[in-house]
């Protein structure tokens, strides 16, 4: 026998009236999966899409962190000069007697007082 000749051979389907809900069926089944097939493409470019931005928003956020890590260094050293000056300063203040409640709000009517200039840090 040659090939294609079996009996039980059904990829050859002969026209019948249920062939064309069966052509109707195939033409839904093919039309769901191109909906589908673009979903689905639609899908990956969004899911793409917002790799891409949390990305750049991670990025952006390690840019902001170190500007504030070198900002945090920078007021560190500030303090440690301020420290520094205060450290001088209080030597020459050594014969003031304890503050007093005047003394804590208005320090500048103070004759002993000498005032000593602190040069002021750019940021």
């Avoid at 064309?20 to 033409?27: G, K, Y």
């Avoid at 440690?80 to 450290?87: D, H, N, Q, R």
């Amino acid at each position: 026998m040659a090939q294609g000749s079996d009996s039980n051979d059904t990829s050859y389907k002969s026209p019948s009236p249920g062939s064309r809900r069966s052509s109707l069926d195939d033409a839904k089944k093919v039309m769901r999966r191109e909906k589908n097939r673009i979903a689905a493409q639609k899908s990956r470019m969004r899911q793409t899409q917002r790799a891409d931005s949390l990305h750049l928003e991670s990025e952006n956020l390690e840019k902001e962190n170190a500007a504030l890590r070198k900002e945090v260094k920078q007021l560190t050293e500030e303090a440690k000069y301020l420290s520094s000056v205060l450290s001088t300063h209080e030597p020459l203040c050594t014969g003031v007697a304890p503050p007093t409640s005047d003394l804590l709000y208005s320090p500048h009517h103070s004759s002993y007082h000498q005032h000593i200039p602190v040069p002021h840090y750019q940021h």
